[in-house]
């Protein structure tokens, strides 16, 4: 399985962008790319098709190189085909007149929704692009001192134009774990919660930020217990994934706990349960469930139905793992 926006094509070129010539020759040449973000969303195809619009420089004449962020140089997708660089730019920083022409190019499609349909290279570009144009949005202020400050370095920066103050862009780490356990009928099962405002039956793994001054191991020991009082042990790291909605970095463990009574009453999880790899068998994924024939409907809706998220998420990932034993201890 492979892990939606990790699937970066782009070279950074973290050491050419600060050179100020070099960007300025990116920004000009005539294969490079922009990309357009609006209020989170991106420039995508009018038509069910959700393809991701990028744009020349000639049909964005009005923007100029302080207003860009520098992506990478090397993609290759159906959009981005020998791109030598592509840059992403605010779509509050376009004249007038430009916006105006991008509604008739395509149209806003917040990226969870648009995700089916992109490649996975697509997909990760337009998770960078939405994750730094979400920073420079919510910091446009010195955490030092308050003043404005200003972006710098290809975007990669900002600098207080007062105290001069440099910060960096900023990803949250959250923990999300698999938790498991070997109950005494010989049947493993795994930790699964739901919260209120979920679609009915809907239900994931546990998950939680890191606090400052604490390990990942910690986290995920702290946050379990929070959430449902069960103790764990033994986390194992298994994989990260990006995650800009808004700005996280989720990184996935298992983990065997140690007791199996279940208690929310602390924290705001909806329903918390135990579930077999047989009873995993009968999820499915997203939010719409298989067609139901047409004997089997008054069977069906009596029966509780369940699912688990979609498979941009690696909630979902680590739940199909475990279902299929490729992951955990039992």
């Known amino acids: 399985m492979s892990l939606t926006y990790a699937n970066m094509p782009l070279d950074r070129c973290s050491n050419q962008r600060k050179n100020k010539r070099w960007l300025v020759s990116e920004f000009n040449h005539q294969d490079t790319l922009f990309c357009i973000i609006n209020d989170g969303m991106g420039l995508f195809s009018h038509d069910d098709s959700f393809t991701p619009i990028y744009l020349s420089k000639s049909q964005l ?28 730019v605010n779509f ?16 806003w499609i917040n990226l969870r929704e648009a995700t089916p349909n992109l490649t996975v290279i697509d ?9 730094l144009d979400y920073w420079h949005t919510t910091h446009q202020y010195c955490g030092k001192c308050g003043n404005l400050s200003k972006s710098v370095e290809a975007g990669h920066a900002r600098r207080c134009t007062e105290c001069r103050n440099m910060s960096f862009p900023r990803t949250d780490p959250a923990v999300i774990m698999l938790v498991e356990h070997m109950f005494p009928d010989g049947i493993a099962r795994c930790l699964l919660g739901r919260q ?12 939680g930020f890191v606090d400052p001054g604490e390990t990942l191991e910690e986290a995920v020991i702290r946050e379990v217990s929070e959430e449902t009082a069960v103790v764990v042990e033994n986390p194992q790291y298994i994989t990260s994934q990006p995650w800009p909605f808004p700005a996280s970095v ?28 047989e009873q995993l068998a009968g999820f499915y994924a997203g939010t719409q469930p298989p067609n139901k024939t047409e004997n089997n409907d008054e069977k069906n809706s009596e029966k509780q139905e369940y699912r688990i998220g979609s498979g941009d998420s690696i909630s979902s990932y680590l739940i199909t793992a475990w279902k299929n034993k490729e992951i955990g201890h039992y």
């Open 250 to 277: 989720m990184l996935g463990f298992t983990a065997v706990a140690t007791s199996t009574t279940i208690d929310i009453s602390k924290d705001d999880i909806d329903d918390c349960q135990w579930f077999s790899r």
């Open 61 to 88: 004449d009005s923007v100029s190189i302080d207003s860009c962020i520098y992506l990478g140089k090397g993609a290759e997708s159906e959009g981005t085909t020998s791109v030598r660089s592509l840059f992403t």
């Open 196 to 207: 209120a405002s979920w679609p009915k039956g809907m239900y994931s793994t546990l998950a």
């Open 123 to 131: 997909a990760s570009i337009q998770a960078l692009a939405k994750a």
């Open 92 to 107: 509050e920083k376009l004249r007038f007149s430009a916006q105006e022409e991008l509604l008739n190019l395509g149209q």
